[in-house]
C-alpha cells in the first residue's frame, strides 16, 4: 500500500499571499488530520477530516482552513500568510474504524517558509 | 498547558543496551497513547501504541508501559541500534478522538 503523500514537499511564499497545501491519505482510510511543526510550539494539532466533515479544530486562527474530498484526499489552506507561519505542516490519516483506536500515519510534510 | 510532558530533551545510549524514553501526561481523558519515531524534515513514523486498558504492549525491539495511576508511559528499546538515533515523541488521545496531543520529543543517540 502507498503511503500517505503531500503535494508539494516545499514552498517559498511572501508574507500577506496565501497557500493550498494538498495531502492523498492511504487507500482506504477515512480520516485526515493536520498537524502544524515549529522548533518553538512543537507538533500542534490543526484540524480532522472524516467524509468531507470537519470533526475536530484546534486552536489556530480562521486564516487556516481545509477540505476533505469525496476521495478522503484533503487540502488545507492558508490565507493572509504571517512569517510566524513558516512550519513543516504534516498531514496524517487513520482508517478510523468505528469503536476501535486508530493509528495516525504520517506523510513527509510540506515545508512552507514565508519570507 | 502542556497535557504531554517528555522531561528529557535528549538521551544517549551504547549499541546494544536498553534505552528508556519517557512521557507523562496530565489529562485524565487520555486513553490512547502512541510512540512516533522522526528524522528531521520528515514525517513522524508509528512505532508503537498501548490503550488504557492494558499496561503493556510488545513489538519486536520495542515495548511500551502505562502506568495510569501515575499517568505514565515509557518507551523500552532491546537491544538499541545506531538506526534508532532519532527524536522520539509520545502522543495521546481520548477514545475515538483523532486530535493527538505531542510532546516536545526525546532525541535519542545511539553510540556504536
Known amino acids: 500500500k502507498a503511503g500517505v503523500t503531500q503535494t508539494p514537499r516545499y514552498l517559498i511564499k511572501t508574507r500577506g499571499q496565501q497557500v493550498t497545501l494538498s495531502c492523498s491519505p492511504i487507500?482506504?482510510?477515512?480520516?485526515v488530520s493536520w498537524y502544524q511543526q515549529t522548533p518553538g510550539q512543537g507538533l500542534q494539532f490543526l484540524f480532522e477530516?472524516?467524509?468531507?466533515?470537519?470533526?475536530n479544530k484546534g486552536n489556530f486562527p480562521g486564516r487556516f482552513s481545509g477540505r476533505q474530498f469525496s476521495n478522503s484526499r484533503s487540502e488545507m489552506n492558508v490565507s493572509t500568510l504571517e512569517l510566524g507561519d513558516s512550519a513543516l505542516y504534516l498531514c496524517?490519516?487513520?482508517?478510523?474504524?468505528?469503536?476501535?483506536?486508530?493509528?495516525?500515519?504520517f506523510g513527509p510534510g510540506t515545508r512552507l517558509t514565508v519570507l | 498547558d502542556q497535557q504531554v510532558k517528555q522531561n528529557s530533551p535528549s538521551l544517549s545510549v551504547q549499541e546494544g543496551r536498553i534505552s528508556i524514553l519517557n512521557c507523562d501526561y496530565t489529562?485524565?481523558?487520555?486513553?490512547?497513547f502512541l510512540w512516533y519515531k522522526k528524522y528531521p524534515a520528515e514525517g513522524p513514523t508509528f512505532l508503537i501504541s498501548?490503550?488504557?486498558?492494558?499496561d503493556k504492549n510488545e513489538d519486536g525491539r520495542f515495548t511500551v508501559f502505562l502506568n495510569k495511576s501515575a499517568k505514565h508511559l515509557s518507551l523500552h528499546i532491546v537491544p538499541s541500534q545506531p538506526g534508532d538515533s532519532a527524536v522520539y515523541f509520545c502522543?495521546?488521545?481520548?477514545?475515538?478522538?483523532?486530535?493527538?496531543?505531542f510532546g516536545t520529543g526525546t532525541r535519542l543517540t545511539i553510540i556504536p
Open positions: 496524517a490519516s487513520s482508517a478510523n474504524g468505528v469503536g476501535s483506536y486508530n493509528e495516525q500515519f
Open positions: 487507500s482506504g482510510h477515512r480520516s
Open positions: 477530516y472524516f467524509s468531507e466533515t470537519q470533526r
Open positions: 489529562n485524565s481523558m487520555f486513553d490512547y
Open positions: 498501548i490503550s488504557s486498558i492494558k
Open positions: 502522543a495521546a488521545s481520548p477514545f475515538g478522538n483523532e486530535k493527538l496531543t
